[in-house]
């Protein structure tokens, strides 16, 4: 891509400056006041400090546009006037961007054809669903709405028509072939209201369908997962954001809650594809919005999204807030019921994260016992010990005056669960926590390893010799990628470009490699530092070991067998000790 100067492509997204060798600018994937975000013109590379965001210029499309891999390499191509550049299978890309324009263009007529059904005297049924729901023609075209008739075949026949191959619309999840006659072709959504589901650049990704029958099973059906389309990665009605300057988003379960609110005029909902949140689904709400509103369902499973959801929004950025529907409704149902008025000040009476997890604690544990009321004390202090001390004090009250115990001793408590030695799990409603800072520092090292690696190829056959390396040492599958990756680099004899080695690492290990390419600049002594991080990891790992060996013992009934660990543990304590004296 050495057209596509990376210093040029990310200054039309956020403003650079030079300081100290590097280029700062705020990162454009999340909301900051302070530069994090660096861009080093030599290494052609990117680095957010902050949301760890990194790579080449094409990882930064990928993250920007939301493109994949072989669409972000078209888009640089095209934004300089080539085809094709130089450091990438021309073929493959053309023939996945061949396939993927087909497989649009399927959805696309797809869409048009359910969306004539639904006009159509078969579609009767669905019109009056939609009618019974509030829904009126303005929107259901607004969104695209349409039924897929009741044939077996009729989509098939119609799209055949037009010229779409047998192989394309199974691709595209619009068809599957018979289960008892292989040869055979079926629709796979039939009679059924159908929602197209279209990205921020308007492209018909997929769609859900939802059974017209009173009690029918499954209610809904979606498309699976294709060459363009992921539920994890796609939000429902994200291409209305598009263009709209928000402060927020409104986080509903399903379509007919995005669809239902935009009747009424609440315009900046939308939906996660299924109840779990993830992180790709918060980093793409994070481009259109700093701020996201949950609006789920008061039942158990809306509740558990939450709790989770809640912490990958946080992860990524984007500031979580959980609207309390009274009555148990959903967002469709309050809103028919009470108007758009009554839903915007539920919205704006939202309450913060930490509140709904302590909401939550209290209706798992009971404050109508001695018991339930410390066990309720006991769970907010582990919840509070992860919170900064001046968010912590704001939560002290309310769990002091809740469990009816003093604040001084729930402060005291939340000091003690801080301050636990050991890495604990604390299962809330099924979302497992975990304490990270042995592990974070654990990677840390790792990254920092790596950047020794990157500082020149003849740092790295020196690091090789060192009597300890190995690349078990790692254990970050992005970092063991790039390692591996290097290696193959210096065996081929040829020069280790960086940029073009990110280009053929997988997706995933590009935040990984934007990490250690901005260390490595900050090395002076890399044989040295790399020598220190490897007797570091090693003593991680010592101690772990040592830790487990602990536990067995503990457990160990036969003598012989316990003797054989104690064995076993003094000289794994010889070799920590030899490795601290270093």
Not at 54 to 82: C, H, K, P, W
Not at 214 to 219: F, Q, S, T, W
Not at 432 to 447: A, G, L, P, S
Request: proline share 3%; aromatic share 8%; hydrophobic share 40%.
């Amino acid at each position: 891509m050495s057209k596509n100067d990376i210093v040029s492509v990310i200054s039309e997204y956020t403003r650079l400056s030079p300081k100290g060798g590097r280029l700062w600018g705020l990162c454009p994937f999340h909301s900051e006041r302070t530069a994090s975000f660096s861009v080093s013109p030599d290494k052609q590379l990117f680095h957010c400090f902050s949301c760890k965001a990194g790579g080449t210029v094409t990882n930064f499309i990928m993250q920007a546009e939301n493109l994949s891999y072989s669409d972000a390499v078209r888009f640089l191509a095209q934004r300089v006037g080539m085809e094709m550049p130089d450091e990438v299978n021309d073929e493959k890309l053309r023939m996945e961007k061949a396939l993927r324009d087909r497989l649009y263009d399927a959805n696309k007529a797809a869409a048009k054809f359910y969306c004539k059904q639904l006009l159509s005297d078969a579609g009767a049924r669905a019109r009056e669903y939609l009618l019974g729901r509030g829904i009126d023609g303005k929107t259901a075209v607004r969104f695209g709405l349409g039924y897929s008739p009741a044939e077996w075949d009729a989509l098939f026949a119609h799209l055949s028509e037009q010229g779409f191959t047998r192989e394309e619309l199974i691709k595209a999840g619009l068809c599957v072939a018979g289960r008892k006659d292989e040869g055979k072709t079926f629709d796979f959504f039939r009679d059924r209201l159908m929602f197209p589901i279209i990205n921020d650049r308007g492209s018909v990704l997929g769609f859900g369908g939802r059974t017209l029958e009173k009690g029918g099973e499954p209610k809904y059906i979606n498309t699976g997962d294709t060459p363009v389309y992921n539920k994890r990665h796609n939000v429902y009605a994200i291409n209305m954001m598009k263009g709209k300057k928000l402060d927020e988003l409104i986080m509903c379960e399903g379509y007919m809650d995005v669809i239902s609110l935009h009747q009424h005029g609440v315009d900046n909902a939308v939906a996660s594809l299924g109840t779990a949140l993830t992180a790709r689904q918060a980093k793409l709400i994070g481009r259109f919005a700093s701020r996201a509103v949950y609006a789920y369902d008061g039942d158990s499973a809306g509740q558990k999204a939450m709790l989770r959801g809640v912490d990958i929004l946080s992860e990524n950025s984007v500031e979580p807030r959980v609207m309390v529907i009274p009555g148990g409704l959903d967002p469709d149902e309050f809103i028919r019921k009470y108007g758009r008025e009554a839903f915007l000040a539920l919205k704006d009476s939202t309450i913060t994260a930490v509140q709904f997890k302590l909401n939550y604690i209290e209706k798992e544990t009971g404050l109508d016992t001695a018991d339930g009321r410390q066990n309720y004390a006991t769970r907010a202090c582990e919840l509070l010990s992860r919170l900064a001390p001046v968010e912590r004090d704001r939560y002290v009250k309310v769990v002091s005056e809740r469990s009816g115990i003093g604040a001084d001793i729930i402060r005291e408590q939340c000091g003690i669960a801080a301050a636990s030695p050991h890495e604990e799990e604390h299962r809330l409603s099924g979302a497992v926590y975990k304490r990270q800072h042995e592990f974070d520092n654990r990677i840390k090292t790792e990254v920092l390893l790596a950047a020794c690696l990157l500082f020149s190829r003849a740092a790295r056959t020196q690091i090789k010799q060192l009597s300890d390396y190995s690349e078990r040492l790692f254990t970050d599958s992005g970092l063991i990628e790039l390692v591996r990756a290097l290696d193959r680099a210096d065996a081929s004899g040829g020069e280790t470009e960086l940029r073009v080695l990110v280009s053929e690492l997988g997706e995933n290990s590009s935040e990984a490699v934007g990490s250690a390419a901005a260390r490595s600049e900050e090395i002076d002594e890399p044989l040295e530092t790399a020598a220190e991080c490897i007797r570091a990891l090693l003593l991680d790992a010592g101690e772990a070991r040592m830790l487990a060996l602990s536990e067995r013992i503990k457990l160990e009934t036969d003598p012989a067998a316990r003797s054989e660990l104690l064995k076993e543990q003094m000289e794994l304590l010889g070799e920590i000790r030899k490795l601290k004296s270093r």
